[in-house]
């Protein structure tokens, strides 16, 4: 089993930015893609970013550019830097991990382990 703690979801005006945390705990030597969605009030889940532990990175159009996910494999945790944030990026985020297969997967099923989420609010 593995447990995901997300951390540094808060309220930013348009503009600013803010990073999230996910830290992984329990069997970790299992991971190999790591990633974070968000969902926003009535819309489905969606991939904002992802990475596997080879450091191969994926993104959602509407974040290249401002958004960067990385990676510390020694402390186990991934990080999602977000630069000049937008009010549509309000959602809540959620960090996700993939201990089954390889590759990052092409849906959020094809994760094994959620977070509890984080609110991320961007004011206009």
């Known amino acids: 089993q593995v447990q995901l703690v997300e951390s540094g979801g808060g309220l930013v005006q348009a503009g600013g930015s803010l990073r999230l945390s996910c830290a992984a705990s329990?069997?970790?030597?299992?991971?190999?893609?790591m990633g974070w969605y968000r969902q926003a009030p009535g819309k489905q889940r969606e991939l904002v970013a992802a990475?596997?532990?080879?450091?191969?990175?994926n993104y959602a159009d509407s974040v290249k550019g401002r958004f960067t996910i990385s990676r510390d494999n020694a402390k186990n945790t991934v990080y999602l830097q977000m630069n000049s944030l937008k009010p549509e990026d309000t959602a809540v985020y959620y960090c996700?991990?993939?201990?089954?297969?390889?590759?990052?997967?092409?849906?959020?099923?094809?994760?094994?382990?959620w977070g509890q989420g984080t609110q991320v609010t961007v004011s206009s």
């Open positions: 996700a991990a993939r201990a089954t297969g390889w590759g990052i997967p092409l849906s959020a099923s094809g994760f094994d382990y």
């Open positions: 329990g069997s970790i030597r299992s991971i190999n893609v």
């Open positions: 990475i596997t532990s080879g450091g191969t990175t």
